[in-house]
T-cell receptor
Framework: DQQVKQNSPSLSVQEGRISILNCDYT??????FLWYKKYPAEGPTFLIS?????DKNEDGRFTVFLNKSAKHLSLHIVPSQPGDSAVYFC?????????FGAGTRLFVKA | KAGVTQTPRYLIKTRGQQVTLSCSPI?????VSWYQQTPGQGLQFLFE???????NKGNFPGRFSGRQFSNSRSEMNVSTLELGDSALYLC??????????????FGSGTQLSVL
């Protein structure tokens, strides 16, 4: 069963514009939500997280929004830069395991 | 502080063989998780170990197994390899997976190709 869904396999955005990556989940028992970024030939690295008791968390150009009633999570990157081109995974923590979505490949065009 | 180290980086095997992958976590981290990444499937959870005990297991067949040693280093083994086992295998460590909001630190992975 897919508890975490990232329905857009890829997204292309112009440099300087906003990138919005989306994630839907099915289990309302998740406590924490995280975003990871992955470059080719490297392991994923942590980007930003949000607790289930919040609806927004900001870190520089990155903001994560949580809509618990819709079971929806989104990551906003403003402004987008070419170096942001990577695969982005949303991840949810339940118990001793972190469950990842399939990822969205972001292309930021210069 | 050294990061998570996975060896080998690349591996080519044939069907029916077995393989062992190794992971050295960040010093002081006691939890090690393993993931399989294939195109379009994201990161599929294999298992998680803490203090030499497997605390959680994903939906993989029994051909996939793992263990953790007293120094927190971990190995995973895949027996009777199948073509579909070709993937990037990622290891991640943390102080104690499951603590609220605790992030994982990943190695660069082992790319396994089964011919």
């Amino acid at each position: 069963d897919q508890q975490v869904k990232q329905n857009s396999p890829s997204l292309s955005v112009q440099e300087g514009r906003i990138s919005i990556l989306n994630c839907d989940y099915t289990n309302s028992m998740f406590d924490y939500f995280l975003w990871y970024k992955k470059y080719p030939a490297e392991g994923p690295t942590f980007l930003i997280s949000i607790s289930s008791i919040k609806d927004k968390n900001e870190d520089g150009r990155f903001t994560v929004f949580l809509n618990k009633s819709a079971k929806h999570l989104s990551l906003h990157i403003v402004p987008s830069q070419p170096g942001d081109s990577a695969v982005y995974f949303c991840a949810l923590v339940v118990g001793f395991k972190t469950i990842f979505g399939a990822g969205t490949r972001l292309f930021v065009k210069a | 502080k050294a990061g998570v180290t996975q060896t080998p980086r690349y591996l080519i095997k044939t069907r029916g063989q077995q393989v062992t992958l190794s992971c050295s976590p960040i010093s002081g981290h006691r939890s090690v998780s393993w993931y399989q990444q294939t195109p379009g499937q994201g990161l599929q959870f294999l298992f998680e170990y803490f203090s030499e005990t497997q605390r959680n297991k994903g939906n993989f067949p029994g051909r996939f197994s793992g263990r953790q040693f007293s120094n927190s280093r971990s190995e995973m083994n895949v027996s009777t390899l199948e073509l579909g086992d070709s993937a990037l295998y990622l290891c991640a460590s943390s102080l104690n997976a499951g603590s609220p909001g605790e992030k994982l630190f990943f190695g660069s992975g082992t790319q396994l190709s089964v011919l």
